[in-house]
T-cell receptor, first 114, second 117 residues
Framework: AQKVTQAQTEISVVEKEDVTLDCVYETRDTTYYLFWYKQPPSGELVFLIRRNSFDEQNEISGRYSWNFQKSTSSFNFTITASQVVDSAVYFC???????????FGTGTRLQVTL | GAVVSQHPSWVICKSGTSVKIECRSL??????MFWYRQFPKQSLMLMAT?????????EQGVEKDKFLINHASLTLSTLTVTSAHPEDSSFYIC?????????????FGEGSWLTVV
C-alpha cells in the first residue's frame, strides 16, 4: 500500500524566513513519481514539481527547492525568503503503478506573516 | 497547454436533490479521469476512477449508487451526487492524465465547492 506522511500540520513563519516542508512516503514499487502541489484558499491545485524515482537530483526553481532522498524515503520542499503569497496548504503526493491516481499526504498549512 | 475544466465552481443545492459536476479535458483526450473529495482542512481522497465507455471503479467506502459517474466521451466525465445531504458538502476535484505527449503530467480541474442545505 502507498502512504504519504506530512508530519507538519501547520507552520507559521515571518516573511523572508526560510521554511522546509517535510514529506515521507512509503511504497514497495521501484518506479514511482512524487509531486508537490500548492492549494490556495480558492481550492485549485497548483502543480509545483514532479520527480521520478530514478532521478535523485535536487532541484531549484527560483525560491523553491526540493530535496529527494531515497535512502530516507523523503521528498522535502524548501521555500527560501518566504513571502505572504506563499501562504497556502501544500500537499505532497505519490503516484505508483500504471494508473494515474495519486495518494496525497494530509497537507501542511503554511502561514507567512509580515 | 492542456487544461481540465470543471463546472460548476460553486453549487448550493437543497437536501434530497441531485447535483451534477462536469469535468472536461479541453484539448486532449482522457480515457481515464479521477474524482477526489476534500472535506474542510483535510486531504484529498480518491473517490473513483472514471473510465471512458465502461463502469467507474470506486474506492472502498464510496457509495456507487450515491455518486454516479458517467464517462460518455473521451473529453467529459460527470459526477452526480444523488439525494444530496449536508454531509456531502465538500470540495470535489477531478484530474486527468495528459499521457506520454505531456510528459505524463496529471492535470487537475479547478474544483467544485458543493454546499447542501
Amino acid at each position: 500500500a502507498q502512504k504519504v506522511t506530512q508530519a507538519q500540520t501547520e507552520i507559521s513563519v515571518v516573511e523572508k524566513e526560510d521554511v522546509t516542508l517535510d514529506c515521507v512516503y512509503e511504497t514497495r514499487d521501484t518506479t514511482y513519481y512524487l509531486f508537490w502541489y500548492k492549494q490556495p484558499p480558492s481550492g485549485e491545485l497548483v502543480f509545483l514539481i514532479r520527480r521520478n524515482s530514478f532521478d535523485e537530483q535536487n532541484e531549484i526553481s527560483g525560491r523553491y527547492s526540493w530535496n529527494f532522498q531515497k535512502s530516507t524515503s523523503s521528498f522535502n520542499f524548501t521555500i527560501t525568503a518566504s513571502q505572504v503569497v506563499d501562504s497556502a496548504v501544500y500537499f505532497c503526493a505519490l503516484l505508483t503503478g500504471t494508473a494515474s491516481k495519486l495518494t496525497f499526504g494530509t497537507g501542511t498549512r503554511l502561514q507567512v506573516t509580515l | 497547454g492542456a487544461v481540465v475544466s470543471q463546472h460548476p465552481s460553486w453549487v448550493i443545492c437543497k437536501s434530497g436533490t441531485s447535483v451534477k459536476i462536469e469535468c472536461r479535458s479541453l484539448d486532449f483526450q482522457a480515457t481515464t479521469m479521477f474524482w477526489y473529495r476534500q472535506f474542510p482542512k483535510q486531504s484529498l481522497m480518491l473517490m473513483a476512477t472514471s473510465n471512458e465507455g465502461s463502469k467507474a471503479t470506486y474506492e472502498q467506502g464510496v457509495e456507487k449508487d450515491k455518486f454516479l459517474i458517467n464517462h460518455a466521451s473521451l473529453t467529459l466525465s460527470t459526477l452526480t451526487v444523488t439525494s444530496a445531504h449536508p454531509e456531502d458538502s465538500s470540495f470535489y476535484i477531478c484530474s486527468a492524465p495528459g499521457g506520454a505527449s505531456s510528459g505524463n503530467t496529471i492535470y487537475f480541474g479547478e474544483g467544485s465547492w458543493l454546499t447542501v442545505v
